[in-house]
Nanobody, 129 residues
Framework: QVQLVESGGGSVQAGGSLRLSCTAS????????MGWFRQAPDKEREEVAY????????YYAESVKGRFTISQDKAKNTMYLQMNSLKPEDTAMYYC??????????????????????WGQGTQVTVSS
């Protein structure tokens, strides 16, 4: 299975921006669906956004709609998460992963992250007020 590597995290003040990147180490990602996830200390892993590798975006968490944008560059085998207007509540470890099922999950219920694999070490995002 492909191993994914996240980068681009950091510390910013509220209102700032960051762009996260997700690249595949080794083999090309063969999954049809990729996703960004985050996990804050003492909280469950949360789905942030999904994208089909053909480019169609299927999901944004309500908490990030209008502020975050998921995209991909197939030529570079890289997925991105542009995060604008960051808030302290966005502070978390951010992960990318590839769906182990043929399609992006149609139901996002806090457990759909279990349908993804290739988890990397994550990249930390810290937003100060």
């Amino acid at each position: 299975q492909v191993q994914l590597v996240e980068s681009g995290g950091g510390s910013v003040q509220a209102g700032g921006s960051l762009r996260l990147s997700c690249t595949a180490s080794g083999n090309t990602v063969s999954s049809n669906c990729m996703g960004w996830f985050r996990q804050a200390p003492d909280k469950e892993r949360e789905e942030v956004a999904y994208i089909y590798t053909g480019g169609a975006i299927t999901y944004y968490a309500e908490s990030v709609k209008g502020r975050f944008t998921i995209s991909q560059d197939k030529a570079k085998n890289t997925m991105y998460l542009q995060m604008n207007s960051l808030k302290p509540e966005d502070t978390a470890m951010y992960y990318c992963a590839a769906a182990i099922i043929p399609v992006c999950p149609s139901v996002v219920d806090g457990n759909s992250w279990r349908l993804f694999g290739g988890w990397g070490q994550g990249t930390q995002v810290t937003v100060s007020s």
